[in-house]
């Protein structure tokens, strides 16, 4: 089994998606002891450049458990203490969140948080997924709540941003949305942010963290949100496993309460169908999620194995902002920008790169 195998598998196991150990992994913890750590080392690595080492760490525990299996020491601490800085991590934004939520709150304002740490309920070890910034919204009251924080608190806020405002709670970032998507970038994400200022009004889901009450979106928002966002990002700078493992465990939690339809003409309108099926496909035959809940979708194997090559290649794709290195770098997401919009790669890439331009010219 080669170093991708080990950390599929131990990927899966951690994500609580498989709960039998492979044979091949107790084969591996009992074999050559030098292999055996240049291989976990090499699957350390991947972890890292995937998003979530923890996770993947949970899977290794798994393994452990199974038998009298050892590890490269050193490797072993590095790997714990990722551990523990997810959970320094993870205890750190909740006490933010319920800091902010009681401010809002005590003002008479509602704050839903998107995506994020609204996730970490659905992985087996919810302070295990790491966190960066928070996202949040204030069912239009944005300025208000800009305000006080300015005012009663003095937070500098940012307000010169693409969708959002910006500041900083416990050296936390928190993106504050006037706009759910970015809808300078792309035509078709005014469909999907119209969709979603509607839906984040209904049926919204309450929560308690610390002393503040947080709003949670409906599975039908999070739904065309988690697309939506997958989708942009894979355009972009690419995704990696652990954003693509937020969607299935949403999924695996809540596809039966989603308005597949409404996700479904979304997708058929901004042409993003490509993508809405090596995304489904994945989540089924890759991650192993049962499709009792999910609609029928025609399956497209070359899509996938894309989307998975694209995911363990982009962070080696070219960066800078050199013309030479936008040009490199738009010979790279060509392929990638066709499985997700219908708009030619050329005037994505201009108008995303003028957008940038932009904004690093008011920085």
Known sequence: ?????????????????????????????????AQKNRCLQ??????????FPSVVYDG?????????????????????????????????QEKTLSFLACFYQHYGMKMMLLKGFGLCPLYPVPNHRPLGDIDIWLFGDLEKGDRLLEEKLGI??????????????????VENHYEFINLKSHKTNRLFHDALEKLGRENPE??????????????????????????QHYMGGGINFRQLADWVLFLKRDASRVDWP?????????????????????SVYFFGLPSEHLPAFERAP??????????????????????SDRLARFRHQRRKIRLVIQESALMTFLRTGLQSIKYNAKG
């Not at 699957?43 to 995937?50: F, R, S």
């Not at 009450?213 to 939506?228: C, D, G, H, K, Q």
């Open 60 to 92: 290794l525990q798994k393994v452990f458990a199974e038998g009298n299996y050892s590890m490269d020491e050193d490797l072993n601490y590095d790997w714990f203490g990722t551990c523990l800085g997810a959970e320094m991590a993870y205890a750190a």
């Open 1 to 33: 089994m080669d170093n991708f195998g080990v950390f599929t598998r131990l990927m899966l196991l951690g994500l609580g998606l498989s709960e039998e150990v492979p044979l091949a992994l107790k084969d591996l913890m009992s074999g050559d002891e």
């Open 156 to 173: 500098s806020v940012e307000k010169d941003k693409e969708h959002h405002t910006v500041f900083t709670v416990n050296g936390i970032m």
């Open 262 to 282: 409404l996700l479904q003409e979304l997708v058929k309108k901004s042409g993003c169908e490509p993508f809405y099926r090596a995304v489904m496909g994945l």
């Open 42 to 51: 090499a699957v350390y690595v991947l972890a890292q450049e995937q998003g």
């Open 302 to 323: 070359q899509w996938e194995e894309q989307v998975v090559q694209d995911m363990l290649t982009d962070n080696a794709a070219v960066r800078g902002s050199k013309l």
């Open 206 to 231: 309450r929560v308690q963290v610390g002393r503040g009450e947080l709003i949670l979106p409906s599975p039908t928002f999070n739904a065309v949100f988690l697309f939506r966002h997958l989708a």
